[in-house]
């Protein structure tokens, strides 16, 4: 199935202020603009988890008890506050999509360990799914329906060949060696992105390897899903997108087919 969106129609993203945010999740329930998305829709949230439009402080107060633990099991401090940043924005977000308050948000884990938001009897449940890298973090949401987002920070790696050929399928290898040599590196972000999403939307975790499908891994030609073998044949269900996104990052996002229509916001 020919899929809805290509690279060169996806719009940029639409800026929104902290403080817009902040006073959609005070308001009653009922008041509350139309954030949450729609049937069809599928909204994708940026924002800046190394320079927070809220400081440490007023972002771990909406963290539960377990997330401040796991902030707190950081050795770098600035791992502590992006992991702070990250989930205490995703848990505005959500809030202001109808989910509840966001301190008050509750999730559950599945087998693989791809958490879910818990329903109660006076929110409806949403999809969501959490990437974040370098400075940035992505939030993909939809009403409906298994997604999977992911952001990478392009970085020089060592041993980048060794590590795609023990990872990626024999055609992606090849492919990433016919690129030019300034574009490679690019190329395996794109390469490994794009699999990720696919992955983190089917949400069977480490039993899906990453070599028992295939995606197309030119970092100039439109996201693809080419082939998928064995167990990885359900991922088939799946679009796959890459992003607009800021230079030197990588991001990409799975959905069902159905989610056609695609907005973009970036938390200023």
Known sequence: MKQSHSDTDLPAFKTISMSQLVESALEAPGDKPSWRPKRDELHLWLFNIARPPLSTEELIDVLSADEVLRAKRFHFADHRSQFIA????????????????????????????????????????????????????LLAIAATGDIGVDIEEIRSLDGMETLAADTFTPSEVAELAKLPVTRRLDGFFACWTRKEALIKADGRGLEIS????????????????????????????????????????RAAVAAPLALYDFKYYCII
Request: net charge negative; with cysteine; glycine share 10%.
């Open 86 to 137: 990250a989930h205490g924005l995703m848990r505005l977000i959500l809030s202001v999509c109808g989910s509840g308050l966001a301190k008050s948000l509750a999730f559950s884990v599945g087998e693989n360990d791809k958490p879910s938001l818990v329903a109660t009897e006076q929110t409806q449940p949403l999809s969501f799914n959490l990437s974040h890298s370098g400075c940035w973090g």
């Open 210 to 249: 990453l070599d028992s499908f295939e995606v197309s891994a030119d970092p100039d030609a439109p996201a693809a899903l080419l082939r998928a073998d064995g167990a990885a044949k359900a991922i088939s269900k799946f679009g796959i997108w890459d992003l607009p996104i800021i230079q030197g990052y």
